[in-house]
C-alpha cells in the first residue's frame, strides 16, 4: 500500500522533527536498527542499495512535507544536501524562510552562488599556503577568515541561526575577495590556490543548503 507508506514516512518525518524527548534524530540509525531486525526476523538477506532507497523515500516525502508549509525552492536547496535528520531539516528550512522574509536572504545568495559557480569543478581537500608572495590585503584577510569548521558544529548542535549570523559576517571578506582579487589569473600556481580557497569555503557551508537551487527575489 503505497499510500499508507508515505503517510507513515510523514509521522516519522513530523515525530522526528517535532519531538521534545531525547532521541536519535537520524533516520539512518532508526532505518539500520530496522533493517537489522528484519533481517534476523525473516532469514531475507537485504539488498545493499535498500537502505539508500529507504532514504531517497523518506527525502522525497520531506520534500512533499515542507513544500505545502514554506517556499518549495528554499524546501529543494535544503534537502538537495541531506534529509536525514528531519529537525535539521525543519531548523535549515525555516531559518533561511525567514531570512528571506526580512530580504536579508538575497544578499547572502548572491556571494554564495558566485563562490559555488566559479569553484565547483575544485575539490575543497587541499587548502592553499597562505600567504603567497604576492596575495592582497582582501586574500590575506579571507583566509584568515576561514570558519574552519565552525559552520557544521553550529549545525551539529541545531544552532542554524548561528550559520546564518556566520554567513552574514562573513560574506563582506568574500565580496571584498571579488572586487579586489582576479581569481582567473594568468599565473596557474596563484590561480589554483585562489580557487581551493574558495572551493573550502563552499566546503565550509555545503551542509545548509545547495543555494544554486533557491531563486533570487529581489
Request: aromatic fraction near 8%; charge should be negative.
Amino acid at each position: 500500500d503505497p499510500y499508507a507508506l508515505r503517510r507513515q514516512s510523514l509521522g516519522i518525518i513530523q515525530m522526528l522533527a517535532f519531538t521534545p524527548h531525547d532521541v536519535p534524530r537520524d533516520l539512518t540509525t532508526w532505518i539500520d536498527a530496522a533493517l537489522s531486525v528484519y533481517a534476523s526476523a525473516s532469514r531475507v538477506k537485504v539488498r545493499p542499495e535498500t537502505r539508500a532507497e529507504l532514504l531517497e523515500f523518506v527525502a522525497d516525502r520531506t520534500r512533499f512535507y515542507w513544500r505545502e508549509r514554506l517556499p518549495s525552492d528554499v524546501v529543494d536547496a535544503v534537502v538537495a544536501v541531506g534529509a536525514s535528520n528531519p529537525l535539521s531539516v525543519k531548523q535549515r528550512i525555516e531559518t533561511l524562510a525567514a531570512l528571506r522574509d526580512r530580504g536579508e536572504l538575497e544578499p547572502i545568495l548572491t556571494t554564495f552562488k558566485r563562490v559555488a559557480n566559479i569553484s565547483k569543478d575544485v575539490t575543497a581537500t587541499v587548502l592553499p599556503s597562505y600567504p603567497l608572495a604576492d596575495a592582497s590585503l582582501a586574500e590575506r584577510e579571507l583566509f584568515a577568515g576561514l570558519p574552519q569548521g565552525r559552520a557544521s558544529a553550529l549545525l551539529q548542535t541545531g544552532d542554524v541561526d548561528g550559520v546564518a549570523s556566520l554567513m552574514a559576517d562573513f560574506r563582506p571578506l568574500v565580496d571584498r575577495f571579488f572586487t579586489d582579487v582576479l581569481v582567473m589569473c594568468d599565473d596557474l600556481t596563484v590561480r589554483e590556490a585562489r580557487l581551493h580557497l574558495l572551493a573550502a569555503i563552499r566546503s565550509e557551508f555545503a551542509e545548509i543548503a545547495d543555494f544554486a537551487r533557491i531563486q533570487d527575489r529581489k
